[in-house]
Every structure is written in C-alpha cells, then in structure tokens.
C-alpha cells in the first residue's frame, strides 16, 4: 500500500489463538491465474477449528468478494447443529 494508506488496527496483537470456535476469524484475499485469466478468491477461516467456515470466487476484485464470503460465514454458523 501507499505509504499515506491507513493500515487496520491489530485488535487480536497477532495472537491467532481461540479456545472455542466464532471466538476469532481470520481472513485472505488471493489471485489464481487461470487459462482464462485471472480469478480472486476470498477465505473466512475459524482460528479454533481452521475451518473455512466462508469463502467466494469472483472474476473482479472489488469489496462485494470479501463481503459475500462474510456473509457466507455468518449464515453457515448461524444454521450449523
């Protein structure tokens, strides 16, 4: 990022531990490269199972990827048992 770019505040201190699942998700962005070009993916994952309790696939990387695969993670683990 630019160096004039606001950086998130680091609220878990890089502690990426949880005694219980939906205590502490984490997330990732990526890029494939595929034959027909590029593709973005977006993971939630659960700290405490390593799960990947949301995800997306999208052709554009805009905020909708990131927001879709929340929502997903939110859904699942509010519709799980």
Do not use: C, K
């Amino acid at each position: 990022p630019a160096p004039e770019t606001d950086r998130p505040a680091d609220l878990v201190e890089r502690q990426f531990t949880a005694s219980a699942p939906n205590q502490l998700w984490v997330a990732d962005i990526t890029y494939i490269r595929t034959f027909s070009g590029w593709v973005y993916a977006a993971f939630v994952i659960d700290v405490f199972s390593r799960m990947v309790v949301g995800w997306q696939v999208a052709t554009s990387l805009y905020t909708d990827l990131a927001l879709d695969a929340l929502e997903m993670a939110i859904w699942r683990r509010r519709h799980a048992g």
